[in-house]
């Protein structure tokens, strides 16, 4: 039996259906140990082997360099907003944030309360529809590190390749945000400081974040750091300084199985660009949807869109939901309708959210 609806949730979201159905089968026995892996201890030897099988999995599946440390930490992404200042600067140092739209600004907030933040570009409005152009972008000469949010989930606003390879050019650590899209397509970790992202997209449920940095970049925290902020704690104690997110950790293992089982990111690259492809195209080719964001810069996993007709999206989302396509509603921020595509989304998902939206548009041509 499928999965009674496609859920189109921007996060906590859609997880795979196979990781789904497996957990159901250990929930009350798991390997046999005669409990569940949320009912036991994080020091117990079954409990250290998923842990250390986790943590190589995902280097697997991102092709991480020895000489980065993983941490798995709680607290999701916004707390590495906190962490990240006071891990590598001072209270005098400068720090270059490139501003894309609210989580960018959140992060920038959050760091100015550290350290002095040069906005590099942007900011001057809450949503923008495009990255700022890179011959704007003013970076600071002596900035400790230069940080970026690579997709902002409420616009669908995500920076290309060429954005990244002009701030590794920079000579800087470039910190990345990748909460809504990491492991979404193949990247050069070592180009990276560090990349981070709350785990309740592409990753398992909520409550955890990874970390993936530099070693170089660990062990430099500020003296008042808490010691559950000080990545060096996580980096000491295999992420187990106090009790870790034990079910979270389980269930993101076996996402990490999961990637692998299917054919590595590259092969879910392959699918989440056509997914991608497919909707846009359509949405581009309708009189009666369109998309706001600057067409080489649209998001792989959240894909925003309004409807062209006044007045209609509550119907849009109550007959979306009775056609078991879940969670369409967009962002109060941006408005309009959004179609999360992440890695477990299936292609029939898209599919069947196509075939829906030009039903609904023929209805009220
Ligand atoms: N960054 C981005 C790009 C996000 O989409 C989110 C959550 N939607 C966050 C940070 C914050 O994540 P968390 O809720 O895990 O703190």
């Known amino acids: ?118 906005v590099i570009a942007g900011g001057e409005t809450a949503n923008p529809t495009e990255i700022p152009p890179m011959s704007e972008w003013k970076f ?77 970049l660990v062990g430099h925290a500020r003296d008042i750091t808490p010691t559950l902020l000080n990545w060096q704690t996580y980096a000491g104690f295999e992420s187990m300084f106090n009790t870790p997110a034990t079910f979270a950790w389980y269930l993101a293992g076996m996402v990490f199985k999961w990637i692998k089982d299917v054919g590595g990111v590259k092969a879910i690259a392959e699918v989440n660009q056509r997914k991608a492809e497919k909707l846009y195209s359509y949405i581009d080719s309708s009189e009666f949807y369109e998309n706001h964001i600057a067409v080489d810069q649209r998001s792989w996993m959240n894909v925003t869109f309004s409807l062209t007709k006044e007045g209609l999206d509550a119907e849009f989302l109550a007959q979306s939901k009775a056609a078991k396509l879940l969670s369409l509603k967009g962002h109060k921020a941006f408005g309009g309708m959004r179609a999360s595509i992440y890695n477990a989304m299936p292609e029939e998902g898209v599919d069947a959210l196509i075939e829906f939206m030009q039903s609904f548009a023929d209805q009220h041509a």
């Open 140 to 216: 600071s000469d002596d900035a400790k590190y230069i940080h970026v949010c690579a997709n902002e989930t409420i616009t669908g606003l995500e920076l290309q390749q060429e954005h990244m390879d002009f701030l590794f050019a920079q000579g800087k650590p470039v910190i990345v945000d990748m909460s809504s899209n990491i492991m979404c397509r193949e990247i050069d970790v070592s180009k990276y400081g560090m990349i981070y992202a709350g785990a309740q997209k592409n990753i398992g449920p909520a409550g955890l974040a990874i970390v993936i940095v530099r070693e170089d």
């Open 1 to 118: 039996m499928a999965r009674a609806a496609f859920n189109f949730s921007a996060g906590p979201a859609t997880l795979p259906e196979a990781v789904m159905r497996r957990t159901q089968e250990d929930l009350l026995d798991w390997q046999n140990t005669g409990m569940s892996v949320m009912e036991m201890s994080h020091r117990s030897a079954d409990y250290m082997q998923l842990a250390h099988e986790m943590e190589a999995d995902l280097r697997e599946v991102m092709v991480i360099p020895d000489n980065y440390k993983v941490l798995f930490i709680h607290g999701g992404a916004s707390l590495q907003f906190a962490a990240i200042p006071l891990n590598l600067a001072t209270s005098d140092d400068t720090v270059d944030y490139l501003n894309t739209g609210v989580w960018s600004t959140k992060a920038i907030k959050e760091a100015s309360r550290y350290t002095n933040v040069n």
